[in-house]
């Protein structure tokens, strides 16, 4: 190839690079699927960049080294290493483009250097275009006033896009200081871009302007006023961004800065008139008493059969307006279960009795009465009690809502920028998965990691994150509702499961309804589920209510039944990869009208079915469940929960004394609500620790079922 054509090629390609730097950048213009495989194309054009630049790379050790090429060489060779990098997490986090990679790394671990390098990525990459714009330039014969006039310009535009590069606060990035980006999804597409193109163009300004101080002039005088002109360049770009600051100001810190986040709350805040809000000591919310109708009119989108319309009285009580953190559940317990570890985030990964034990020692370190006393088999609430305790089912539905009668507190359903959760899959985006233009909320980022409390908007009675982060243990037994008046119930007399409330990071909006119910055992513990604490106001409550500690009975025989779904063979292929490893009977679940073969239509086929609760009717049968005590029961994240053909299969069978080991295969939503699900249809069976895998699990997925095998005992 002539050096012509070799110099064609290499300027297609930087600017391709160019461009699609500025969408990578625009997280909330493509979207998820979108931004992966720009990625990917990015990394293609990187590799070739290279092969197209390799002698350069035979140059490093010749020749010799003057200021410029120092510059050059550090930022070529930074930008290399920050690009390599940002794939690789990139990669560890695919859910399209190279979703066999996914997992191969920590995700909280990997998704805050893929923030940080990637910010890093376009500083560099700006400034390696600057410094080879003298060289670009040279040849270029501009009349001097045209010059002037193109300096202005650039001036200006650098001066902005410094600007923009604070107010999107982008050193928090850099400084390895977010977890996850906050995007604004409101802001038109060609408003992102061009922030974008003014930011870059800040850096090829910078870098400019170093490349030109660096590239000294043989006469003294000449080299003097050279640096004094792009002396007074920069310090011009400084003071016009100062300025724009100054008149047009902004927040300075991200939601998802850490700072931002650990910040106390302010004394006073807007809330509801005649809400009830006045404070105590602690900073919890009290809410006045009164009536309101619990649970969800027949109409509402996505209700469940529990949740039963009924009128409830509660009286006043106070509440935390924040999710209880890691901090403080380990400097009263001792430990810290949480899977996404970090003191300034909610605690979860807890069970319900560790939230009860929690509220004690919380009780006791502010010199309260606890509220509760924990026997060997039950745990008595003392409801006169000022102790810190759980919420009633009702309290936590009553503080929810703040006097609203829609699905959510909020004024319309929320978006990924009101709450986090599984912003991919706002509320009733199941029927509307094709077309999602008649929805209140459009789909949005998936953080896929628990926030630091307070990021968003309170709901209008001043309490943060009522609606996802994580879920929320309440005190109540899981059962249905008695339908009559009822003044501050307390939940069924007896049963198996405890109640959580409003949703966690991986839940679909449906499942951050304020009535949903989920329910699980009072061992379950899951990365989606936290504590919230309240405390009666005196004299309002009296008498004692007990929980029975559960320890559910089981039998354990020898045979062992590995029942699942499968529908792409994804769960096929785990599901008999346990056969190998434990030489369990093996049984597949099949209805007699098999879904379709079309992704597309089954993803309707199956909301569907959700959506009416169906029972499909099943092709094949267990022909002697007695002979099972274990089932391994296997089925993929189907809209957050389990598919119907599960769920004929479970109504099927009594589950009593029967032990079930979950497994998934998902695509981001790990479990979903599937568990809370399968708790409420075998109510009496043990439900266990489940196994969540990515699609077919890539190369890991016989280690982690060996793993998982091994930690229950079922090998």
Not at 17 to 40: D, K, P, S
Not at 459 to 465: A, E, F, K, R, V
Request: glycine share 6%; net charge negative; proline share 4%.
């Amino acid at each position: 190839m002539t050096k012509a054509g070799l110099k064609k090629n290499w300027m297609i390609v930087d600017v391709c690079m160019t461009v699609l730097l500025l969408f990578l950048m625009a997280y909330q213009v493509t979207g998820e699927e979108a931004h992966e495989w720009i990625g990917i194309s990015m990394t293609a054009l990187t590799v070739i960049h290279q092969i197209l630049n390799r002698r350069w790379y035979g140059t490093l050790f010749k020749e010799k080294y003057n200021a410029y090429r120092i510059l050059s060489v550090c930022v070529n060779i930074l930008l290399l290493l920050c690009f390599a990098l940002t794939a690789f997490c990139g990669m560890a986090m695919s859910n399209y483009a190279v979703p066999f990679l996914y997992g191969m790394a920590k995700l909280s671990f990997v998704r805050r250097i893929h923030l940080a390098m990637s910010h890093w990525v376009f500083i560099l990459m700006g400034m390696h275009i600057g410094l080879h714009v003298p060289a670009m330039t040279a040849s270029m014969r501009i009349p001097e006033k045209a010059k002037t006039v193109l300096r202005y310009i650039c001036l200006f535009a650098a001066s902005l896009g410094l600007y923009f590069f604070l107010k999107n606060n982008m050193p928090e990035y850099l400084l390895f200081r977010i977890h996850f980006a906050f995007l604004d999804y409101d802001k038109a597409a060609v408003l992102v871009l061009l922030e974008n193109i003014l930011m870059l163009g800040f850096w090829i300004f910078i870098g400019f302007h170093c490349a030109s101080l660096c590239m000294g002039k043989k006469n003294q005088k000449d080299q003097k006023k050279k640096m004094l002109r792009h002396g007074a360049d920069l310090i011009c770009c400084l003071i016009i961004a100062v300025l724009l600051c100054m008149v047009f100001p902004f927040e300075t810190e991200a939601a998802g800065s850490e700072d931002w986040m650990s910040m106390e709350p302010e004394t006073e805040e807007p809330v509801k008139e005649n809400a009830g809000t006045a404070e105590i000591s602690d900073g919890f919310v009290k809410i006045e008493g009164g009536t309101f109708m619990m649970g969800s009119p027949e109409e509402e989108n996505w209700r469940s059969d529990d949740e039963m319309l009924h009128e409830v009285t509660v009286s006043s009580f106070y509440i935390d307006r924040y999710e209880a953190l890691q901090k403080d559940y380990a400097a009263l317990m001792g430990n810290n279960p949480s899977q996404f570890e970090n003191d300034a985030l909610p605690v979860e990964t807890v069970s319900w009795l560790d939230a009860v034990k929690y509220a004690n020692a919380k009780s006791e370190a502010a010199g309260l009465l606890p509220a509760y006393t924990i026997e060997n088999d039950r745990v008595i609430w003392e409801m006169s009690s000022d102790g810190y305790r759980l919420p009633t089912e009702a309290e936590w539905e009553y503080a929810c809502r703040a006097d609203t009668s829609s699905p959510f507190s909020t004024e319309r359903s929320p978006d990924a920028s009101m709450a986090n959760f599984y912003g991919h899959y706002p509320y009733e985006i199941e029927e509307n998965y094709f077309d999602n233009s008649v929805l209140d909320a459009k789909p949005g980022i998936y953080r896929e990691t628990t926030i630091e409390p307070g990021s968003f908007e309170a709901n209008p009675w001043g309490l943060y994150d009522i609606h996802g982060n994580v879920n929320e243990w309440c005190w109540d037994i899981y059962g249905p509702y008695e339908t009559d008046i009822q003044n501050d119930p307390s939940g069924a007399s007896e049963g198996t499961r405890h109640v959580y409330r409003g949703g966690g990071w991986n839940d679909f909006a449906k499942n951050m309804r304020s009535a949903y119910r989920a329910a699980g055992q009072e061992d379950l513990k899951s990365y989606s589920i936290g504590i919230r604490l309240v405390r009666s106001e005196k004299d309002t409550l009296s008498g004692t209510v007990s929980a029975e500690i559960t320890e559910q009975q089981t039998a354990r025989s020898e045979k062992v039944l590995i029942a699942f779904f499968s529908w792409s063979g994804n769960t096929r292929g785990i599901a008999e990869e346990i056969q190998n490893q434990t030489g369990a009977d093996l049984f597949e679940i099949m209805p007699s009208e098999p879904y379709s073969s079309d992704y597309n239509t089954v993803l309707m086929e199956a909301q569907h079915d959700q959506h009416i609760q169906a029972r499909p009717e099943l092709a094949n049968h267990v022909e002697d469940m007695d002979q099972y005590d274990t089932v391994i029961l296997g089925y993929p994240n189907w809209w957050a929960s389990i598919p119907m053909p599960v769920a004929s299969f479970l109504e099927e069978f009594d589950f009593s004394l029967k032990t079930i080991y979950p497994f998934c295969s998902h695509g981001g939503g790990r479990f979903g609500q599937s568990l809370t699900a399968i708790a409420k249809l075998a109510l009496d069976a043990d439900l266990k620790e489940g196994l969540s895998i990515h699609y077919s699990g890539g190369s890991t997925m016989k280690d982690d079922v060996s793993e998982w095998l091994e930690t229950n005992d079922l090998k």
